[in-house]
């Protein structure tokens, strides 16, 4: 099937999405909801365990990672394929970690935090990626999207989602707020995990589980979908490229 898509140790056709962004922003976050999210609606996706190497303050040292499986034959023809997601360490110190973690990477998640204290990392950390991955971004060849968390913050504590768009524009990452404003996503990881955890302490709970005690795709509360859609939906850009590319090498797969 190509040598476009990288394969794991056991020979499965496997994309790596990359969470990166400043410290705090809530990477390593994401990625423990997501994990929870689906453990509780299919254990058998999971292919690996969230793994975090962190420092004494929790914050990421190194990366955190965990791969999980696609539903066999999902938008493609293969049998079988993963999705290994993983996060950098965000912290200034850990800049030449993220330039290994970010190696082969497929597809890129960035993740800023609109916390006003916050402004000038998102923009250091934006322009470090441009100088890092730059060229592979604007010219397409890594698909990717941006994502502010901590929506949950008032309003006034926090930029909003047109200072994020021009910070796009001015960084070189697109061309005009237009195309920014497509590759735009928000969420609150906080609020997906406080949804998640309440729901089966809920009267209806039993009404969101399938004949396998399993919690159904559609019973995802608004706050877990806007957490979850960003890495669905990278994952699926990534694939969808991917198969492109094959089909461009070879017009008769
Ligand atoms: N208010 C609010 N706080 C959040 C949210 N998501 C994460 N946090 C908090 O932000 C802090 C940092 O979260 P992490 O997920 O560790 O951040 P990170 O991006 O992995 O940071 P590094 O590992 O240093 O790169 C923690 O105290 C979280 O509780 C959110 O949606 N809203
Ligand atoms: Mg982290």
Partial sequence: MSQIFRRDAEGVPTVKITIFGPSLAGKTSLLSIYSILKRVEDPQSVYSELKKIDDPSGRT??????????????????????????????????????????????????????????WDHNRRSLEELMGLLGEDITTGKIPWILVVNKIDLPKENRKLQQDFLQMMVEVGLVKDIGEAYEKYMEMSCLQARDDLLAMPRSKDWKEHLDSSGRLRRDARPPSVVLAAQPIEALTRLVIEHKIKLIRAKNPQS
């Fill in 61 to 118: 040292a190194l990366f955190d990672q965990s791969v999980f499986e696609l539903p066999k034959g999902q938008g493609t023809s293969l049998p079988l394929m993963r999705y290994a997601l993983y996060t950098v360490a965000g912290q200034d110190r850990y800049r030449e970690t993220r330039k290994v973690v970010l190696r082969g990477t497929d597809g890129l998640m960035i993740m800023l935090d609109p916390q006003l204290d916050q």
